[in-house]
């Protein structure tokens, strides 16, 4: 059974940082790519961040580019969302996801193509 457990919300000031990590079991994790997406309220769940399987690739979404770091380690089964120069508008649930796909290092990825989630870590900015 494939369960993932995202960790290190919380409340943080705009313009503060935040590590989001996810743990991974049930799968041979390192075959495969693993997104992070968020869901502000009101507004459906975004891409944030793709990383590929060796971690050779990353994607991002363009409002988080150049402020967020996908990063994973394949021994902890774990990926990571380093956030820098958080904004109230990267207020979220932030949720991990894998992609079915083994080994597959090309570039499009999308929610539906996800197969597990975790549950979600609260992610707050205050201004």
């Known amino acids: 059974q494939v369960q993932l457990v995202e960790s290190g919300g919380g409340l943080v000031q705009a313009g503060g940082s935040l590590r989001l990590s996810c743990a991974a079991s049930g799968r041979t994790f390192s075959r495969y790519a693993m997104g992070w997406f968020r869901q502000a309220p009101g507004k459906e769940r975004e891409l944030v961040a793709v990383?590929?399987?060796?971690?050779?690739?990353?994607v991002y979404s363009d409002s988080v580019k150049g402020r967020f770091t996908i990063s994973r380690d394949n021994a902890k089964n774990t990926v990571y969302l380093q956030m820098n120069s958080l904004r109230p508008e990267d207020t979220a649930v932030y949720y991990c996801a894998t992609d079915p796909r083994t080994y597959y290092s090309g570039s499009y990825y999308s929610e539906n193509g996800m197969d597990y989630w975790g549950k979600g870590t609260l992610v707050t900015v205050s201004s």
């Open positions: 990383i590929t399987w060796n971690g050779g690739k990353t």
